[in-house]
């Protein structure tokens, strides 16, 4: 692994519109402490904060390739939402009813669990309860939306509402929304305040985070209770116990490589729009929007009424690869599709575009996981797109199996569950390149809209 500084400003318009940031200090010298954390996005930050949260005594650190927020949590859609999966029904197909259920379970209390943190503690991140509206935008589409919703109706979950064309088009002035999924509990936030906050956050909890500190090799000694030696540039930390917070960058670990791939997802930004275009548009609610495509469109507005619009493709990536946030024609496409949406909106101006990685499973759920039969080093990872609540609470399930905990998350089906493995290099890369082109090929033979 070579170790180049990159410039977060350019990642997205979330990092951007940050500022300068003044980056903690790189990891120097012997340092020891009784739970490393590798990664510093929201999953290694939650972690972190929980662990402290729960036991003040227990000595915790975050080390950063870049600065926290560098990866997924800084370049996100924002969507405080309760997907787990794919869809309701591909989870119910793969885990069962019951499974199914606890998945569920487990998102609705992330997504309050998120939202109640955030408005209770103050949070700087521009949240708004405006909720999350899953739209049918041609009759397969609708077909599909039928089906999960009774699949929804099966597995009990709390808080859907539906919505027929005619409620949607009060609220929406646009034709091209046909049957709503909408739920209340959700919201949306700026994504790399988020993060930031959150660093902060565990850092007056007492979490010690070192930036620009790229862990470069893992390796495990028997010989002290300091199990864990853990190599950047200029230092070496030792641990008791280790989470591999990486995600989608869990690639670039012999330890990780095969539970997950990642996929780029991309966005687009128009400028703010004015009083008259927002009047146009209606969106009067502001709910985060997501289509029932295959590789769905995902859009929403912002705090000074830009909108940001994402999805559509994903780029798959050979090796190791970590740089295919950027594909013009995803952009323009996705550029089309918004005008298609709300053709009143003719003429705006795109100002930003970017793009981030999310890790997939091959069943395309969520994973926490324990490395060896110690139970004494852990990961989570597969969050797909939907990693923005789960990895808050997925941060504090962890720390509670950090420390040993008995409560009523340590015990998740999806914990130390079996991940089915990628194969290696050439097979990855067919493979995830072949899942890709079914999806799209489906979206464009089915889903799709014609324009
Ligand atoms: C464009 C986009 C849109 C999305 N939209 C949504 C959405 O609207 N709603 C939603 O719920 N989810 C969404 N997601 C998914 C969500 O952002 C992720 O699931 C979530 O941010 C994952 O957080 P994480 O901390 O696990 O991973 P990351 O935020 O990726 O953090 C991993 C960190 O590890 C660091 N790292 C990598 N290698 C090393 C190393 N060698 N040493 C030390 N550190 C290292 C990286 O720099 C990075 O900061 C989206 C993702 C993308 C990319």
């Known amino acids: 692994m070579g170790y180049v500084k990159r410039d977060y400003r350019k990642r997205s318009y979330w990092l951007e519109s940050l500022g300068d940031i003044v980056p903690n200090p790189s990891l120097k010298g012997d340092v020891k402490t009784d739970v490393a954390i590798i990664g510093g996005g929201y999953t290694g930050l939650s972690t972190g904060y929980h662990v402290k949260m729960y036991d003040s005594g227990t000595d915790v650190v975050v080390l950063e390739a870049e600065i926290c927020g560098y990866g997924a949590s800084g370049r996100n859609g924002g969507f405080n939402m309760t997907l787990f999966g794919l869809t309701p029904s591909i989870t119910k197909l793969r885990f069962g009813v019951e499974r199914g259920k606890q998945a569920r379970k487990f998102m609705e209390e992330a997504v309050d669990y998120l939202r109640e943190f955030i408005l209770s503690h103050d949070v700087d991140c521009d949240y708004e309860s405006s909720g999350y509206l899953l739209v049918a935008t041609n009759e397969a589409q609708v077909k599909r939306l039928e089906h999960e919703i009774e699949v929804a109706r099966e597995m009990e979950f709390d808080g859907i509402e539906v919505w027929d064309r005619e409620k949607l088009s009060k609220e929406f002035h646009t034709d091209k929304f046909l049957l709503g999924w909408f739920e209340k509990r959700c919201g949306i936030l700026h994504p790399a305040k988020w993060a930031r906050s959150l660093k902060s956050i565990a850092e007056s909890k007492g979490v010690r985070i070192f930036e620009y500190s790229p862990v470069l090799e893992v390796s495990k000694r028997k010989e002290s209770p300091y199990k864990f030696v853990i190599k950047t540039p200029e230092g070496k930390l030792m641990s008791k116990k280790l989470v591999f917070a990486t995600n989608a960058y869990s690639v670039l670990f012999p330890e990780l490589y095969k539970y997950q791939t990642p996929a780029f997802t991309r966005i687009v930004m128009t400028e703010p729009l004015t ?177």
């Not at 969520?366 to 989570?380: E, N, Q, S, V």
Request: aromatic share 12%; net charge neutral; no cysteine.
């Open 275 to 451: 009083d008259e275009q927002m009047e146009r548009i209606g969106w009067s609610n502001r709910a985060g929007i997501e289509d029932s495509r295959d590789f769905i469109h995902y859009y929403r507005l912002t705090k000074d009424n830009r909108i940001v619009i994402g999805g559509r493709d994903v780029g798959v990536t050979y090796g190791r690869d970590m740089e295919k946030d950027r594909d013009e024609k995803n952009f323009e496409e996705l550029k089309r599709y918004l005008l298609w949406v709300f053709p009143q909106l003719q003429g705006i101006r795109f100002t930003h575009q970017w793009g981030g990685p999310v890790s997939i499973t091959l069943d395309m759920a969520p994973a926490i996981g324990f490395l060896g039969k110690d139970r004494d080093a852990m990961f989570a990872l597969g969050y797909i797109g939907h990693g923005v609540s789960a990895t808050f609470n997925t941060g504090r399930t962890m720390a509670e199996l950090l420390l040993e905990m008995d409560t009523p998350r340590t015990g998740l089906f999806f914990i130390g569950r079996k991940i089915i493995p990628f194969p290696p290099e050439p097979f990855r890369f067919v493979l995830s390149h072949a899942i890709r082109g079914y999806m799209r090929l489906e979206d464009r033979l089915k889903y799709g809209e014609k324009f």
